[in-house]
Structures are given as C-alpha cells and as structure tokens.
C-alpha cells in the first residue's frame, strides 16, 4: 500500500526563521509531489509542485526532491505568522491513467511573532 | 473568475437520510475528485472521474454515489448506507495527464449527521 509519512507536528519557529517540512514516500515509483497549504476550517491550496530531483524556488517557497532516497521537503524562508496552517504533502504514482493522489497526514506549522 | 464551488457550505443529515453534494467547476478540466477529511487525518479518495459517463471507486468508495453527466458537474450522494459521514467532503479536479496532475480543490462541505 502506498504511503505518505509527515510528522505531525506542531512545528514552531519564530518569526523570519526558515521552517522546514519533510515528508517520506513508500512508492518508488512516484512521480509527481506536491505541496498544499490548509488554513484551519478551509480547503487545501497548492503551493509548489516538483517533478525532477533537487530544488525548485517559487518566492519564499523551495520544494526539494530526492527520489534515491524517496524524501521531499518544503522550506519556508522569512516565515510569516500568515504561514501558520498545516502542510499537506501529495504524491502521485507513474502510470498512464493513474491521476490519483496520495495524501500524507500533514504538518500544523505555527509560526511565533 | 475560473473556479470549483461546492454547495451547500454547511449540511446536516438524518439518520437514514440520502443527501447529494454539488461541485461545479469552470477550469475546462476532464479529471474532477471526491475526499473526505477527518479530524487530524489525510484526505482520502472516495470517487473519480477522468471522463464525462465514467467514474471510478476510490480507497473508501462504500456508502457512496457519483455521476459525471456533464464534464463540469460532479455530484456526490451520500447514502444511508455510509455509517459515519460527519466529514469534510472535498471536490478536485485537474487537466487528466498521466504525467502532471495538480489538483485544484472547492471550498468544501461539511456534513454533520444528527
């Protein structure tokens, strides 16, 4: 069975800090990672999506891959209270046909003014 | 404004009772999806489409029904045969690419049965 391992958390750190948030595959054959931010009583949002080994920056947002070792992770520089949510991490599996995702369990990030 | 809406925000069940979630979509996307999220959990797939006329069962389909008549309509029903439904119930959808597959989500509906 597929799985996506996330530590749930809370995680704190201090306002302007970089929070890091780390998640662990079992599938060797993902393909596609993603990351959602959910505020609490609302929808998940993407954030950042990475399909090739290493980084990939969008403004204070890096998502970092590394498939050998099936572990994808999410830094947020100067982190803001407005960051504070849980962090969803998806997976999706190769194959054609094969759109479905697999959520991980999400990290509560708490960032402290 | 491209978008999903889900409706009604807020639903409240009887036992026994069958109850239809909307989720409309204006993207121009094939692909469209039902999870439920419980507290503290992940979501977890109930149906998809990739296709107008086709749909398949998710990891927690039982207790549930989908159509896809039209490609921007999606409805979920809930049925009296679902023992624990009090959830948030969450619509996607996506381009239906075997390769890329972000998945943009409704607002959500949470259902409560009394």
């Known amino acids: 069975q597929k799985e996506v391992e996330q530590n749930s958390g809370p995680l704190s750190v201090p306002e302007g800090a970089i929070a890091s948030l780390n998640c662990t595959y079992s599938?060797?054959?993902?393909?596609?990672f993603f990351w959602y931010r959910q505020y609490s009583g609302k929808s998940p949002e993407l954030i950042m999506f990475i399909y090739s080994n290493g980084d990939k920056e969008d403004g204070r947002f890096t998502a970092q891959l590394n498939k050998a070792s099936q572990y994808v992770s999410l830094l947020i520089r100067d982190s803001q209270p407005s960051d504070s949510a849980t962090y969803l991490c998806a997976v999706k599996a190769l194959g054609a046909g094969s759109y479905q995702l697999t959520f991980g369990k999400g990290t509560k990030l708490s960032v402290i003014p | 404004d491209g978008g999903i809406t889900q409706s009604p925000k807020y639903l409240f069940r009887k036992e026994g009772q069958n109850v239809t979630l909307s989720c409309e979509q204006n993207l121009n996307h094939d692909a469209m999806y039902w999870y439920r999220q419980d507290p503290g959990q992940g979501l977890r797939l109930i149906y998809y489409?990739?296709?107008?006329?086709?749909?398949q069962k998710g990891d927690i389909a039982e207790g549930y029904s989908v159509s896809r008549e039209k490609k921007e309509s999606f409805p979920l029903t809930v049925t009296s045969a679902q023992k624990n439904p009090t959830a948030f119930y969450l619509c996607?959808?996506?381009?239906?690419?075997?390769?890329?597959?972000?998945?943009?989500f409704g607002p959500g509906t949470r259902l409560t049965v009394l």
């Open positions: 996607a959808s996506s381009i239906a690419s075997a390769s890329y597959n972000e998945q943009f």
């Open positions: 599938d060797r054959g993902s393909q596609s």
């Open positions: 489409s990739q296709i107008v006329n086709d749909f």
